[in-house]
């Protein structure tokens, strides 16, 4: 968890690292894009890896090798083509990463509660965080290259401790080759509950990734602030995930599943407005404090919902899967956006419409999570339809 998010920390500096190469604000706007549409697909391709390669393993051994791979490539690149063929290679990869990681960890702590699976969830947010530390002493548009090339390093020391340290798919005594279809995955995620919650989160990190996605060029240009102030800025944001994990841990045991939902969403209302409504650089490193609540609390809320919503066989299909909706669509779409508000209008007016955007998800969704049941024993087979299916009325 460590090393892969310490991998995951290079999405600070790919927008800026695409505008050094001359690229337009639409066309940073567009490979990023690109890459990000190009993990929609991944999924599908996990889902059948899932399923002929017995378990999540092994298919992510091979998305952290290519991974790896395309992050050496990436600042070796000049033209938009090769930059945005790699890096949708790259995102398609890459996204695979986290859900199979998901899938993997969650089946090795099968019996030890999922509060535990929110502290090793931290560690990643700490390699995140050690990765920004040692970006700052990278001062220069030429150590790009090093900076990637040790992003691309610790996804290789990833493959080799997951390599030695994940047991078999067929210790685990569960039979992943039992593993749902695409089309039956898509049925399970469409009950009314599971769906909503997909939606509510989606438009939430779709917003989010409109600010995240153009964060360093809007440092650069608008703040006026140089190439170290891209990690000083992910260094305060997941510095202060850490603490907000550790809360959610104690939410979901003294209290419910829905109230770290909830604080996720509306936690990362409240940074989209603080950014895009900030007249000051203190003022918007101020509202970065709050960027951990959607990853601790929607996040990997959703994750621990999906594990204790559905049975052994289906928990690993429906977290790579998932992540269609909730992460790569949402993360295309503010893509594309941001590109296209920043070029007509203005890089501000990216976080202002974020801001609106992340808005109109918290009001619609707070009623739904406040009254979402979750089955609360963690390990069981299935949950019942009751759980799952809307209440009458609603």
Known sequence: MFLIFLGFSSAQFHSYLFE????????????????????ILSPAAQVHLIRYMGGARRPLLIMLALSGICLVALPHLDTFWALASVFALGTFCLSSVHPLNVACTLENLRHLGHGLFFKLRTLGTVGFLIGCLGSVFF?????????????????????????????????????????PSLKKALRLLARPRTLRLLIIIGVVNLANSMATGVQGNYLINHWESGQQSISQAWIISTACEVPWMFLCIYILRKYHLRYVLLLGVLGTVVKLAGMGFSQSLWQFYLSLTLHGFFFAGAATGFNVYLDRCYGPSERPTLQTFSMVFCGSIPYALGALLAGIIWEWVSLPAVYWTAAIIALGAGVFGTRFLLDLKVPPVAGMEASPKSILEPTKGR
Do not use: C, Q
């Not at 639409?26 to 490979?31: F, M």
């Not at 080799?160 to 039979?175: K, M, Q, W």
């Open 20 to 39: 050094t190469k001359g690229l337009k604000a639409i066309e940073v706007g567009l490979v990023l894009t690109m890459g990000y549409a190009a993990a």
């Open 139 to 179: 001062k220069d548009l030429s150590d790009l290259p090093w900076l990637y090339g040790g992003f691309a390093l610790a996804l290789g020391v990833a493959f080799l401790s997951i390599h030695r340290a994940y047991r078999n798919p067929e210790d685990t005594g569960i039979p992943m080759k039992a593993a």
